[in-house]
Structures are given as structure tokens and as C-alpha cells.
Nanobody, 122 residues
Framework: EQLIESGGGLVQAGGSLRLSCVAS????????MGWFRQAPGKERAFVGY????????YYTDSVKGRFTISRDNAKNTVYLQMNRLKPEDTANYYC????????????????WGQGTQVTVSS
């Protein structure tokens, strides 16, 4: 699977962005799809994932209630809707694909996108 993210940009605190991640393969629906982020000088951190069957979602505490992950298997696309953004959400955001779950850590993920930058100004 090749994953390509888009939708990043500069937004003011309190604003919203929707990131998209398009997969190139034929088995997209089989994968758990996760989102991670990496801020400057920090390690890559788990944001959340969506399941491959019942589309169960799971989020890290810092984004619960603000971020929503969804998927459209017909379009081979996973989305990350980010609302009420905060300056601390500033990071490079990556999507990733895993065949096993629940994929709560980076080690579960086989395929990664190149990332899209999100910058939240105060």
C-alpha cells in the first residue's frame, strides 16, 4: 500500500482542518488505519485509529472529543477531522496501515504516508 496524506496547513487556534489519506492498493478495507503525529523535537505519537470491519475508533486522550477518524472504503480514503485545534496540535501528521489490531502503537503498522504539516497559531 502506498499512502498519501493531504489537507494540512496553517490554521488559527479554535479552527478546523480535515486531513485525507488515500491508499493505492486493492486491500484497503482489510487494514486498520491509524493517524500519528510528530512535533519538532518530539517522538512520533499515536493519535487514533479506525477499525477494518465495524470501524471502531479509538483516540488518544488529548484529542478525544475534538478529532474524528472516518473512512470511505469505496474511495480507499481515511479522514482525520480536527476541530477546536490548539497550538499544541502543531505537528506533522502521518497516516498508517496495519493488518492486526488493535493497533495502538507504531509497531503494528506496516505502511506509512509521507506526512502533512499542520500548524496551529495562537
Amino acid at each position: 500500500e502506498q499512502l498519501i496524506e493531504s489537507g494540512g496547513g496553517l490554521v488559527q487556534a479554535g479552527g478546523s482542518l480535515r486531513l485525507s489519506c488515500v491508499a493505492s492498493g486493492r486491500s484497503f478495507s482489510r487494514y486498520y488505519m491509524g493517524w500519528f503525529r510528530q512535533a519538532p523535537g518530539k517522538e512520533r505519537a499515536f493519535v487514533g485509529y479506525i477499525g477494518n470491519g465495524d470501524e471502531t475508533t479509538y483516540y488518544t486522550d488529548s484529542v478525544k472529543g475534538r478529532f474524528t477518524i472516518s473512512r470511505d472504503n469505496a474511495k480507499n480514503t481515511v479522514y482525520l477531522q480536527m476541530n477546536r485545534l490548539k497550538p499544541e496540535d502543531t505537528a506533522n501528521y502521518y497516516c498508517a496501515a496495519a493488518l492486526r489490531g488493535p493497533p495502538l502503537t507504531a509497531s503494528y503498522y506496516t505502511y506509512w504516508g509521507q506526512g502533512t504539516q499542520v500548524t496551529v497559531s495562537s
